[in-house]
């Protein structure tokens, strides 16, 4: 297993464009979750699932952006008709759930970067 | 009231000092702390997790838990410039959590 794995890195978009971003956890992981962060500040949380089921939405999160999880694998993050506001670091992580030692603990992808000129 | 907050920093201490991180979170109904650590350009890592109240050691690393308090604290022994960085404390209500994080500087 290779960890979390994001894709595209990098994205350069214009305002006004719509954007997806693609998410692979561990594949032992049944929960995954995306956080947007911004230089200086802590990860931002957006949403999690557990397995295919979206338990959790920011109420910050307005309604361009939307995750799915179809198969409980891996995860999409669309955002529509970005905003120069929505440039960031949008990172995946995903972790095992229960309460076991170790269960919850995150592991993160490197993150896709936006730019929206 | 923020859910987790951090002293945002910077924090510098010289090298061989102890490194005093602390974080306070709202949620009383949090069971699982954590703490994360963040190089400038990469994604947070894991350092350590607290379930129960008091101490737990980890090499150099102590972290402390306070629930009464709603308090959580990450000390960082024989601080070492490779520690420098911005820690990031994690609280799960439900789901995860963070602060803004604590930027500390070791300074051979």
């Known amino acids: 297993d290779t960890g979390v794995s994001q894709n595209p890195r990098h994205k350069i978009t214009k305002r006004g464009q719509n954007v997806t971003f693609r998410c692979d956890p561990i594949s032992e992981h049944n929960r995954l979750y995306w956080y947007r962060q911004t230089l200086g500040q802590g990860p931002e949380f957006l949403t999690y699932f557990q397995n295919e089921a979206q338990l959790e939405k920011s109420r910050l999160l307005s309604d361009r952006f939307s995750a799915e999880r179809p198969k409980g694998s891996f995860s999409t993050l669309e955002i529509q008709r970005t905003e120069q506001g929505d440039s960031a670091m949008y990172l995946c992580?995903?972790?095992?759930?229960?309460?076991?030692?170790?269960?919850?603990?995150?592991?993160f992808g490197a993150g896709s970067r936006l730019t929206v000129l | 009231q923020k859910e987790v907050e951090q002293n945002s920093g910077p924090l510098s201490v010289p090298e061989g000092a102890i490194a005093s991180l602390n974080c306070t979170y709202s949620?009383?109904?949090?069971?699982?702390f954590f703490w994360y650590r963040q190089y400038s350009g990469k994604s947070p890592e894991l350092i350590m997790f607290i379930y129960s109240n008091g101490d737990k050691e980890d090499g150099r690393f102590t972290a402390q838990l306070n629930k009464a308090s709603q308090y959580v604290s990450l000390l960082i022994r024989d601080s070492q410039p490779s520690d420098s960085a911005t820690y990031l404390c994690?609280?799960?209500?439900?789901?995860?959590?963070f602060g803004a994080g604590t930027r500390l500087t070791v300074k051979p």
């Open positions: 994690a609280v799960k209500p439900n789901d995860m959590r």
């Open positions: 949620d009383r109904g949090s069971q699982s």
């Open positions: 992580a995903s972790s095992l759930s229960g309460s076991s030692a170790g269960a919850n603990v995150l592991t």
